[in-house]
C-alpha cells in the first residue's frame, strides 16, 4: 500500500496571553492537546480551513490569519505522514464548546507558560522549532 503525505492546518488563536486548546479523541493523537485545525479541503486556502476548523470544532470566530510555519509530521505508530501548514489569529467572538465530541473530548484557554500535556506531535514539532521558518524563542509564547 503506497502511503502519501496528507496536508493539514493548524490555527493557533490567541486572547491576550492565552491560546486555545482541544483534547484529541478517537482520531490519531488521541489524548493528546492541540490547537483546532485539519485536512486542507480541495480549492481552499490555509487561511479559509483554519477559519472553518476552528468554528465547526469549537464555535470560536478568528480574525486577523496569517502564515506562522510549516511542520513535517510522521506519526510513526499511526502509519500517517501531515504537513501540517500552521496559521494564527485573533479570538474575535464566541466562548469555545466541544463541537465535534467525536474529535474531541475537552476545549480550553491555556496560557503559553502553563500548556497541558501531553501536546499533540505537530504543536510539539512547531513550539520545539522543528518547523520551516524555525521557530525562535519569543515568537512561541
Known amino acids: 500500500m503506497k502511503r502519501e503525505p496528507r496536508i493539514g492546518v493548524g490555527i493557533i488563536i490567541r486572547r491576550g496571553d ?3 486548546l482541544i483534547r484529541r479523541q478517537n482520531v490519531h493523537g488521541s489524548g493528546s492537546w492541540s490547537t483546532p485545525g485539519g485536512h486542507l479541503d480541495y480549492g481552499e486556502s490555509p487561511e479559509a480551513c483554519a477559519v472553518r476548523e476552528a468554528k465547526e470544532e469549537t464555535g470560536v470566530v478568528v480574525s486577523h490569519v496569517t502564515f506562522r510555519a510549516i511542520t513535517n509530521d510522521i506519526f510513526e505508530t499511526d502509519g500517517r505522514h501531515y504537513i ?3 496559521m494564527e489569529g485573533q479570538h474575535q467572538m464566541g466562548e469555545p464548546v466541544v463541537n465535534a465530541p467525536h474529535e474531541m ?3 480550553g484557554w491555556f496560557r503559553w507558560d502553563e500548556l497541558p500535556a501531553p501536546l ?4 510539539e514539532n512547531l513550539l520545539s522549532g522543528r518547523c520551516y ?3 525562535d524563542e519569543e515568537s512561541s509564547g
Open 84 to 86: 501540517t501548514v500552521w
Open 120 to 123: 499533540f506531535l505537530s504543536l
Open 105 to 107: 473530548s475537552e476545549v
Open 18 to 20: 492565552e491560546v486555545l
Open 133 to 135: 521558518p524555525p521557530a
